[in-house]
């Protein structure tokens, strides 16, 4: 179960990776080129509030999970 | 430190409900007041926020919402921190008087037409205002009931705490509907909109009262007591890598899912009937308020199975349950209110009024929705509490419980109503290019974004929580 929930950690790892870079990337670089005063809202929010929050904390997840900081004993 | 049942201070059952009733009574004001914003969206946004597209006002007003919960993680280390720094009492004290000052004010604030870009603002400042006083409400009355419960029965106490949520919700939508039948629909549009806001204050002032002679909770009078209290409570918290990493199985394994969860089956479920069926505003009002009122007793009975079977089976039961069944009933809602559409011939655009067979069949499917809710949102509270000990617990329980619930809970409605805008303008881009369209169910694809979290947090949640982490710490 311990191998599982390391490994597991390369997962959550990419997976804030892959978040990070669909919310600036895909979301908030366009929308903050648009210009618009609707998307600026948005394009703040993914910046700022969830990138650090689901990009950053998934990361340090996974981190604490590769290094077995949830393994049972 | 492991749970010494014998530490345990015992109170008697009177003492027990006196501070659960107090507790909850001030939770319930605290919701009632957050989300009348939220009920009252779509004439507010035509009240504050001027535009000629409707969609588009209505997503600001959504927008200014999710500032509301945006905030709240803000409101939770804030008042966290003086939470357990000066006492559970004080604390929850000043975020009832914010939130009703708040609610109370916004009530008063002339409308566009009258005071131009200040009705906006001084709305959105407000709104923000309330997020920081629900950050710091409901971490503390849910630790405050939890010091006092009985170690096995800590579930079924603490979920009292978890019916008011809903119940605000539902007391948010009654006194809505009531104001609206008292007047008429042009008196209502012209001020009427204001009184479930204005209401509000005598709720508060009488919560302020029954809370102001309740007694510090006495776990944290003993810590305090001892001098083992912390100074610095989010350094504790976040800073030191054994808390901060049970602080993020919270967040990404329970609180997350939970969220998204509750958002959906509450929240969303209105602005889908609204937005994207386009049932009558009155009608879908009916349908929820009859769903919540229906499911919330549920609340008590799977906060009181934890208590029994561990809060780990029984919340993510409820999340797989709603990663399974939420793309079936969401499109049964939709296919009922087309067929009404298509028997009184009524265009896409038009808002329909369902013939009561079909309310019920959707009360039904939405009392489904509430049950999800209720077993993965009626233990967490007591799940949260065991998680972190007693010196940092109002602090590291809020933050987790608010980034799930305000952040991937609050911004659901409007992430979900973009999807499905967007899912709908590809297909009518590919009709008018003679294309085949995009999406086979347009209408489904905002539930993408709940059933994609909640997976992520059951799967989180299955792996890494244990149960030995939840044992309540003093």
């Known amino acids: ?32 080129a ?16 969830l990138t650090p929050i689901i990009s950053g904390g998934l990361l340090v997840f996974g981190i604490y999970a590769l290094q077995g900081e949830y393994d049972e004993n | 430190m492991q749970h010494d049942p014998a530490s345990t201070p015992v109170v008697d059952k009177k003492t027990l409900w006196k501070v659960i009733g107090a507790s ?19 004439i507010i946004s035509t009240k504050f926020f001027p535009a000629d597209n409707p969609t588009a006002a209505f997503l600001s007003t959504l927008a200014t919402f999710a500032a509301g919960f945006v905030v709240r993680p803000f409101g939770a ?19 009832l008087l914010i939130m009703g000052l708040s609610t109370f004010a916004i009530g008063l604030i002339p409308g566009y037409q009258t005071i131009g870009f200040f009705a906006p603002l001084l709305v959105l400042i407000l709104r923000l205002l309330q997020g920081l006083a629900l950050g710091g409400e409901y971490g503390g009355a849910a630790t405050y009931v939890a010091e006092y419960s009985e170690p096995n029965k800590r579930g079924l106490r603490t979920s009292w705490i978890q019916t008011t949520a809903t119940f605000g919700l539902f007391i948010s ?69 054994y808390n901060f990493k049970f602080v993020l199985l919270a967040l990404f394994g329970a609180a997350m899912g939970q969220g998204v969860v509750w958002y959906t089956g509450q929240f969303y479920a209105l602005s889908y009937l609204q937005s994207v069926c386009k049932v009558d505003f009155d009608q879908t009002n009916y349908i929820i308020g009859a769903a919540l009122l229906a499911g919330t007793g549920f609340f008590v009975v799977f906060g009181w199975l934890s208590d029994k079977i561990g809060r780990k089976p029984v919340m993510l039961a409820g999340m797989l349950l709603a990663i399974v069944f939420y793309r ?9 209110c087309q067929q009404s559409r298509a028997q009184q011939a009524l265009a896409l655009t038009d808002t329909v009024q369902l013939a009561l067979p079909d309310i019920g069949k959707i009360i039904v499917l939405a009392f489904l929705l509430v049950l999800f809710v209720t077993m993965v949102y009626g233990p967490i509270a007591a799940f949260l509490v065991e998680m972190f000990p007693v010196k940092i617990r109002y602090t590291s329980m ?65 792996l890494y929580i244990k149960n030995k982490d939840l044992q309540f710490q003093e």
């Open chain 2, 24 to 42: 909850s009574l001030g939770t319930l004001i605290e919701w009632y007041d957050f989300y009348i914003f939220g009920s009252l969206a779509i």
């Open chain 2, 77 to 95: 280390l804030f008042f966290g921190r003086l939470g357990d720094m000066i006492g559970r009492k004080y604390t929850f004290m000043v975020t």
């Open chain 2, 173 to 241: 939508l009654i006194v809505i509907m009531v104001t609206k039948k008292s007047m008429s629909p042009e008196a209502f549009g012209e001020w009427g909109w204001r009184v479930p806001f204005l209401l509000s204050s005598i709720m508060v002032i009488v919560s302020y009262f029954i809370r102001r002679n309740m007694d510090e909770s006495p776990l944290f009078k003993k810590a305090k007591a001892a001098g083992t209290t912390s100074s610095n409570p989010l350094k504790e918290s976040f800073g030191k890598k």
């Open chain 1, 1 to 32: 179960m311990n191998k599982i929930k390391r490994a597991m950690g390369i997962v959550w790892i990419l997976a804030g990776i892959a978040a990070g870079y669909y919310l600036l990337v895909s979301q908030a670089i366009p929308q903050f």
């Open chain 2, 328 to 336: 079936p009933i969401f499109d049964q809602i939709f296919q009922i």
């Open chain 1, 34 to 49: 648009s210009g618009k005063p609707e998307d600026t809202v948005p394009a703040i929010i993914y910046t700022f509030i």
């Open chain 2, 398 to 462: 809020s933050l987790p419980y608010h980034i799930g619930n305000g952040i991937f809970g609050g911004l659901l409605p409007a992430i979900a109503t973009y999807l499905v805008t967007k899912a709908q303008t590809a297909n009518q881009v590919a009709v008018i290019a003679g294309q085949s369209i995009s999406f086979d169910k347009p209408h489904l694809q905002g539930l993408w974004y709940p059933i994609i979290l909640a997976s992520v947090s059951f799967i989180i949640g299955l």
